[in-house]
């Protein structure tokens, strides 16, 4: 079993992952603090929610099996080598519980308080049946041969897919409202910062054991971390230079404090705004 060669990178290497955990777990609490302040959830995409459950519920299934069940890591060894550590870390793990219940809270909240005329849109919908169809036919595939690491790995090809596509709504909302009000930004800043700890930690594993296997042995949190740090950048750019509050805080985009819909949902894209 492969151990670490260096013990200062070792302890870099924990760090960067908890640092990563703290961010990233963190990065959920302003939007539902901002929720909880307005008693509103207009601003906030629900795609980006719904999807963004099935994205790390799935993960959760992906890191929580290849953290502690032994014959999905046996069949990681047999594949990338005896020798090569397993690339999920307990800060990984602990993230995507929390992630699965601060996302389930957020649904919670949406379902509570005002969300004006938005609504789940009927593709996203349909994404997420078509999702876990998708996973539950790999299941069954996966038995008779007992190919458990090609399974998790189906949940982990599952996660990289909702996190390209969760972000999508919530750029292109901003981008037709011209605004960000009501979508928290604190979210995104340490959604960065958990991106760039996430994607060091790889690196000093894999400059520790001499081998690049970490990356494309864990495609999917390579991935993880550089679609969201695509994103992230991206709604910086919205926020901070496209549509800074300054400009965008017309009477009618403060009155959001005031729990006005600010956005027609995508189902109404066709009808007045109220």
């Not at 302890?11 to 539902?32: E, H, K």
């Not at 090809?157 to 972000?167: A, E, G, N, P, S």
Request: hydrophobic share 50%; aromatic share 14%.
């Amino acid at each position: 079993m492969a151990s670490w060669n260096s013990i200062p990178l070792e302890v870099l290497y924990n760090t960067l992952g908890w640092i990563a955990f703290f961010s990233w777990s963190i990065s959920f609490y302003p939007q539902v603090i901002l929720n909880f302040r307005r008693k509103s959830v207009v601003g906030l995409n629900f795609d980006f929610v719904v999807l963004n459950l099935t994205k790390h519920s799935s993960y959760l299934i992906y890191n929580a099996s290849m953290f502690f069940s032994s014959a999905v890591q046996m069949q990681y060894r047999q594949k990338y080598g005896y020798n090569e550590m397993i690339p999920v870390a307990a800060n990984d793990v602990a993230f995507s519980v929390h992630a699965v219940l601060l996302t389930a809270f957020t649904l919670f909240q949406i379902a509570i308080y005002d969300r004006g005329n938005q609504k789940v849109a009927k593709t996203s919908i349909a994404i997420v049946f078509v999702a876990w169809l998708t996973v539950a036919v790999c299941v069954f595939i996966a038995l008779p041969s007992h190919s458990w690491l090609w399974l998790v790995s189906c949940f982990n090809t599952l996660q990289v897919v909702m996190t390209v596509i969760k972000y999508i709504p919530q750029a292109v909302m901003n981008f037709q409202r011209k605004s960000t009000i009501g979508f928290s930004i604190g979210n995104i800043l340490l959604d960065l910062l958990g991106g760039l700890t996430n994607y060091g930690q790889m690196t000093v594993q894999s400059i520790d054991q001499n081998s690049w296997v970490n990356f494309y042995g864990n495609i999917g949190k390579t991935l993880l971390s550089l679609i969201s740090i695509f994103f992230d950048i991206l709604f910086i750019l919205q926020h901070y230079v496209l549509y800074p509050a300054w400009k965008t805080a017309t009477s009618r985009d403060v009155d959001v404090i005031g729990k006005k819909p600010l956005l027609k949902s995508s189902d109404h894209e066709n009808k007045e705004e109220v």
